[in-house]
């Protein structure tokens, strides 16, 4: 490649890229008017706005897409910018899923308006996680936007505690279901609120294990966290 060649070699990489914290700061917005409508009933608006973060979100996916696709047809890259490119492809791909998890959840949580006896539950246990997922996400983008391994095994990390946070709520939900038939719809609402909630967590840790992959040139998805602390610890 000539020298103007590599700039805009340079150039194309550095727009996907940028690309992709764009469309995490959408998907952060979006989790910040999930949790807002988990918390609260009196604002029906914050509804239409997560419907309208997704419409944005899934034309930033395609639109990367699209750049990436482009690159890889003119520039045929290889080694760590090849990494680079399909490691940017799946990151936006968990993006897109967690706008869908969390459009979910803004509509489940409607349904279980007026629903005092389980109002504990959604507006404590289930923002509360929400709200784990979202400092999982922003810790993810930010470690792939500094390419800090570490900072990304931290990520993978805290899904465990997300994992736990879902089955302590399923075991409460489950108690109110029991004591009170009366609860079971606005009760199982909530549970799908929550399994949103962990997919999101999930959807985070596989941006964290994208990031090891791009650095590392190792795919982690299957590996334990130990596993892949040892990978990370090789120089």
């Not at 990436?68 to 990151?91: E, F, G, H, N, Y």
């Not at 810790?139 to 990304?152: G, I, N």
């Not at 606005?186 to 294990?209: Q, T, W, Y």
Request: hydrophobic share 50%; aromatic share 2%; charged share 30%.
């Amino acid at each position: 490649m000539t020298e103007h060649t590599n700039k805009q070699f340079d150039a194309e990489m550095e727009a996907i890229r940028s690309g992709v914290l764009s469309m995490g700061g959408v998907v952060e917005q979006q989790l910040m008017r999930a949790t807002a409508a988990l918390e609260k009933e009196d604002d029906a608006g914050l509804i239409d706005a997560v419907g309208a973060d997704e419409i944005a979100i899934n034309r930033l996916q395609v639109a990367i897409d699209q750049q990436c696709a482009q690159i890889i047809a003119r520039r045929q890259p290889t080694a760590v910018d090849l990494r680079m490119i399909l490691t940017v492809s799946k990151i936006v791909n968990d993006l897109e899923r967690i706008g869908d998890e969390v459009k979910k959840i803004a509509r489940k949580a409607v349904e279980t308006y007026g629903s005092a006896r389980l109002a504990q539950v959604r507006i404590y246990d289930a923002a509360k996680t929400l709200g784990t997922t979202m400092t999982m996400l922003r810790l993810a983008l930010d470690a792939f936007a500094r390419l800090d391994v570490v900072a990304a095994a931290d990520v993978i990390d805290r899904d465990a505690a997300v994992d736990a946070a879902f089955a302590s709520i399923l075991r409460q939900l489950v108690s109110y279901m029991m004591e009170d038939p009366r609860t079971i719809t606005p009760a199982l609402e909530i549970v799908f609120i929550a399994k949103s909630i962990e997919r999101i967590g999930d959807h985070a840790k596989n941006i964290a294990e994208a990031v090891v992959q791009v650095v590392k040139g190792k795919d982690v998805r299957h590996a334990t966290a130990d596993e892949i602390r040892a990978e990370i610890a090789q120089p």
